[in-house]
């Protein structure tokens, strides 16, 4: 039972913690993978798209969105020659991210930013394929009552 989830599990993750696996409200944490944008198609560097994380993230500490190299599973390389954390990963306790008016933010991950968005970008390059996982840190109920829904990607450019 559940080979596919777990074979997905271990490809992208390898191990776990009593928190990823058995979360509860307000402790441990949820790991949401997305390898599709919202019409089916798998990321592709040339591309770029958008994430718009609601305002509302049912989460007692944080959340993140990490970008991972399809090939390798590690953080995503994109020949940043100054690497930084935020090059690869945006989190919600990020001073410099840009909110919009509604409290959601904007995630971009692809070919290029869109002007204004720098501090919401992480860069995807050449062909390696990417994916991310959306993490939620002490998630609340509305995750596990499935009230809450993250939005698909979508192609902007």
Known sequence: MELDERTAWFYDAVTSSEGMVNPYIGKGQVYLAAKRDS?????????TYRLRVPAD???AQFWAVDLYSQDTRRHYDNGDPNPKVSS????SRMQDIKRNA???IDIYIGAKAPEGYESNYMKAVGTDGWFVIFRLYAPLQAYFDKTFVLPDFEVVD
């Open 102 to 104: 509604d409290g959601s």
């Open 39 to 47: 019409k089916g198609n798998f990321f592709r560097a040339d591309k």
């Open 57 to 59: 993230v049912p989460t």
């Open 88 to 91: 690869v990963a945006i989190n």
